[in-house]
């Protein structure tokens, strides 16, 4: 079920389960987003992070609880460009957006071929373009209907660390324009740099939320290392 | 959905080796069968080993001397005959594959032929038969070839003796001239005899014992007319006891060539539509594409309806585009077009669900292409074993496993539409209507799991 959040948030997330059989993904998780903020969703692996960001999308619905946003509101990035390599970055963004139902297709297009740098490859078969700039049209795609929120899933895990500066400044670019962004990673010194807030998932359970400072606080020891501090926090509670 | 098609089409523009066997296929596959089925098949080449000496291929009967090798023009009707010299030259050629097969004729022939004319008791001649065992197939069209020939061949031979049987009762029953070892007999014959036996009984008196004597004379002459009378009947009868009379219980005569059209644009149909459904829609899933697409933008069932529309409408066109080139060679009722594009847009749909059933349970392109030939092609077969080659409980099986596939129902639409064929295009276009909605929901559930 879904529902119009009333605090303000871009997207809120009530008391979510998502139940496989008898195992839980995700427990009674909850969480809001702002508009311009940026939300790193962290956490081991089979943690929960990408099935809760595929419930915040619409891909999947949850056992129970909420989000207050529909599927068509949210802007979905998956790990994988989520496109087709035999059409063109043109192609690829004017099929979607035709799909999205976009007013004008073609100025939307244009729009995001500006926003995403890739005009002077608009023509190109997206199969020979580097896995960064199809990363950008991935993305690119996620944001043709405008969205207020934008969930990305594990968005650098393939970009070499050039690629990935450019992502992020992007990205930043994006929430300055007052883009709610959430997304999963495992790259904890990514979160630590461009997140506003984190959400610490561990076996589907929200064990923490707040400022990568207020882990480090937390947990106490150097405050130079993040990932020593996200290690040992989720030592202490026995994961 | 227009705008997935269009998107389905550029890839497949773009993909032109895909493209290129797409049209290639159907060309090649409909030059060859119209090729096959315009032009009779070769004669077999059949090695000849004649072993008689020279002079000595006739033999007598009666008055008559019949030439064996008037004979062996039966064999050659539908064998192209290569003649060697020995036995050994025979061997050779059928080992090396330039012959199907070879005859050896062998020197005692005419010999034993005469004397089994004669009921002299000894074994009629035996031509005998060399052919390759090592292929099977080849084997049996060897095999059947040459006992066919031969067949004919003692036909003729058998036919000539009757005629002559039935000549020499002729001249028993009505009298005539008969000629044998170069001299002439005049026959006079059971109606003559008994002729000049009544005009002697006349003659005598009626109560004497030469009169009855005669009068049993006549009666038995009589007897022996009647009976002869019939002995041409007879005779036919014993040179061809069995008369066949062909009478169709169920089912429209197809022509073999007609229905092998049905087959092979069937056949082409089935695979062009169930690689091109089962491919595209496990390419939505290779391409990351299908999560994307279906929280909010098309609905699953939507999807899948655009694959089947999109496979159906290339292997339609397809397909009728190598029916069209099949009609060049092979005769086929023009009249009945707007029937073929019925039964090809049936099948096409019926094919076209079952790709996506197999596309959404394979999930991966080169799994469900490989999944579409191994479920098709057995299927293909089994819905092409003829009833009464099989155990009935076997056919039984056979039909009802056929039933579940569109491939049955989608041959007979189109040997209807081309043909005529029962039972004819109504009912099998419901059965493949059915078939496409039970797969379509089979793939709808399968998507569950397609992520």
Redesign the interface.
Known sequence: MRTATSSGAAIAAAAVTKRYGQRDALRDVSFEAHAGEVVAVIGPNGAGKTTLL?IL???QPPTSGTVSR???EVG?V?Q????????SVA?NLR??A???RVGDPDAVVARMLEQTGLGARADD?LGTLSGGNRQRVNIA?GLLADPPVLALDEPSSSLDPRQRERLWKFIGLLAAAGTAVVFSTHNVGEAERYADRVLVLADGEVLFTGSPADLEALVGGDPRDFEAAFVRFLHDRGH | MRWLLLKDLQILRRSPFLVAVLVAYPVIISVLIGLALSRGPDKPKVAIVNELPAGQTSFSVGSQRLDVTRFAKELFKSVDPVVVDTRAQAIDKVRSGEVLGALVVPPDATRKLQDAINLAGTSPPTVEVLYNADDPIRAQLAESTIKARLADANKALSDKLTELAARYLGILRKGGQFSLLGQKFDVLGLERSKAALERTLRTLPPDSEQARNVRQVIDFAQIAIENLGLSDKVLAAVGQPLAVKRTVIAGHRTPLDAFAVSVSVTISLMFVTVLLASGMLALEREEHAFGRLVRGLVSRLALLGEKVALAATCAFVVTLVMLCGIGIFVHLDWGRFALWLAALAGGAIGFGALGVAIGALAREVRAASLLAFLLTLPIAFLALVPSGTVAVWLYDVIRAVSALFPFRPALQAVDAALNDAEPGLGPTLAHLAALAVAYLALARVALARFR
């Open positions: 595929s999308a619409g891909l529909t599927p068509r979905w998956p994988h460009p989520a496109v087709y390599a035999k059409l192609e099929l979607f035709r799909l999205e078969e795609v």
